[in-house]
């Protein structure tokens, strides 16, 4: 069976999607610790990335891995709401499915170290 929803088509589809995003933007900041603490990660190094003086390149490694991270985190709590909505129930699928999407924030938050370590370094060592 197909959403009623994919009928919508145009304006009225767009904004009906700006509306969806925004409130998984909401639930997403409501319930899930982990996304508020990255948002305000997210508060103080986007402004800090615009600030700092790196070149462009830098510049936008620097935005791009925090909005990495939000992406990752969003997706991570999209499947786990989805596996507990399937069952509460402990199962090695459903075990496996979370880990993994554990494993992809922790990945993302890696690599927002590994650029902002790189990036800043640049400012601190190259700079006369």
């Avoid at 009928?7 to 933007?25: C, E, F, H, Q």
């Avoid at 899930?32 to 990660?41: D, G, I, N």
């Avoid at 830098?58 to 499947?79: P, Q, R």
Wanted: proline content about 3%.
């Amino acid at each position: 069976m197909e959403s009623p929803y994919k009928g919508k088509t145009g304006l009225r589809r767009l904004v009906n999607a700006l509306r969806y995003s925004l409130d998984g933007l909401r639930a997403a900041y409501r319930c899930e610790e982990a996304f508020r603490q990255e948002v305000w990660l997210a508060a103080v190094l986007l402004p800090t990335a615009l600030l700092v003086d790196v070149n462009p390149h830098w510049k936008a490694l620097m935005i791009a891995s925090v909005l990495l991270l939000i992406i990752v985190e969003l997706l991570n709590s999209a499947v786990e709401a989805t596996v507990d909505r399937v069952s509460l129930d402990d199962h090695r699928l459903a075990k496996r499915a979370k880990d993994i999407g554990s494993a992809a924030v922790l990945v993302a938050i890696g690599n927002l170290t590994v650029v902002w370590t790189f990036g800043l370094t640049a400012v601190l060592f190259t700079k006369p």
